[in-house]
């Protein structure tokens, strides 16, 4: 079973990377891809968990910005984790998710919603990706919100007047360092419209001249009509299909391998890798 999208606490999981991998061999799954949002620091307790029936595919999520504004999540798998020019932009989306932190507080607090930077760094991992999921929790854990998802519902969706951005690359940037780095880019959850604002198909064309080499088609955010039409723009542009738990823990309904992606075109991904680097016992 392949599942090639999943997080730890080095972003919004729930599980260290080592659980992760235990997780993972648990639920039966013999290839998993540990993508944490714009960090890769999972990865080397990740790889202290491996045993025989089970490989590591070492990748990061990266969170874009279309120049119209339109969120867009691109899984860089199997790149150079030494690639400095990778690094640095993972590092300046992670910079500046703590000013963004601070602006969505300060947003907070003048509506008279009682939340500090202080309960959002109480329940953030250390070393974690700053994001929106610790300021849900900071605000489940002080009584405000029930849940993390409650939280998104109300008050921290992509609409909401409290939502700030945080630096981006656009798709077609993130896509170009993650092949010089020598990996595959997958576009993760295009159609994924619980969410927000999403791609029109026409753009999926730019993204392939940029090297995209896959579609996250088979995602629990993207019903069964928008997967027919990811397939569909999958094939017409031969592009993989992949499909993914995009599990977090607890921190979301998200369970591992409940998709998955298929050894063939999994196969054809990695052989688009610049060199092997699936970890093996
Ligand atoms: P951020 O990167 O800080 O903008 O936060 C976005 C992340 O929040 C996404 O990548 C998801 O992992 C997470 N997220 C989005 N919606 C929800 C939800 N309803 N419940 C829990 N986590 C969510
Ligand atoms: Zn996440
Ligand atoms: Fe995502
Ligand atoms: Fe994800």
Not at 124 to 153: W, Y
Request: glycine content about 8%; charged content about 20%.
């Amino acid at each position: 079973m392949i599942d090639l999208h999943t997080h730890s606490t080095c972003s919004d999981g729930t599980d260290t990377p080592f659980a992760l991998v235990k997780k993972a061999l648990a639920a039966g799954v013999t290839t998993l891809g540990i993508t944490d949002h714009d960090s890769t620091a999972g990865w080397s307790e990740a790889i202290t968990a491996i045993q025989p029936q089970i490989q590591l595919v070492l990748g990061a999520e990266i969170s874009c910005l279309t120049t119209d504004g339109v969120s867009v999540h691109m899984l860089g798998l199997l790149f150079d984790g030494e690639h400095k020019e990778m690094q640095q932009m993972l590092e300046d989306s992670r910079d500046t998710r703590i000013p963004r932190m601070r602006k969505m507080i300060e947003l907070l607090r003048a509506d008279g919603i009682d939340i500090s930077i202080e309960d959002v760094n109480r329940v953030a991992p250390t070393g974690s990706t700053l994001g929106r999921p610790h300021l849900a929790d900071a605000l489940v854990a002080k009584g405000i919100v029930a849940s993390r998802d409650e939280a998104f519902l109300d008050l921290l969706h992509n609409e909401s007047k409290y939502y700030v951005s945080h630096a981006a690359p656009t798709p077609v940037e993130a896509i170009s360092v993650i092949r010089r780095a020598g990996g595959v880019a997958v576009i993760a959850h295009p159609f994924a419209s619980r969410r927000g604002e999403i791609l029109v198909p026409e753009s999926f064309t730019d993204l392939l001249a940029a090297g995209l080499n896959g579609i996250e088609v088979h995602h629990r955010d993207q019903n069964a009509q928008e997967q027919k039409v990811l397939t569909d723009i999958a094939r017409g542009l031969n592009l993989v299909v992949t499909g993914s738990s995009d599990y977090h823990g607890t921190g979301k309904l998200n369970s591992m391998a409940e998709n998955t992606t298929h050894p063939a075109q999994w196969e054809m991904l990695e052989s688009a890798a610049n060199a092997r680097r699936v970890i093996t016992v």
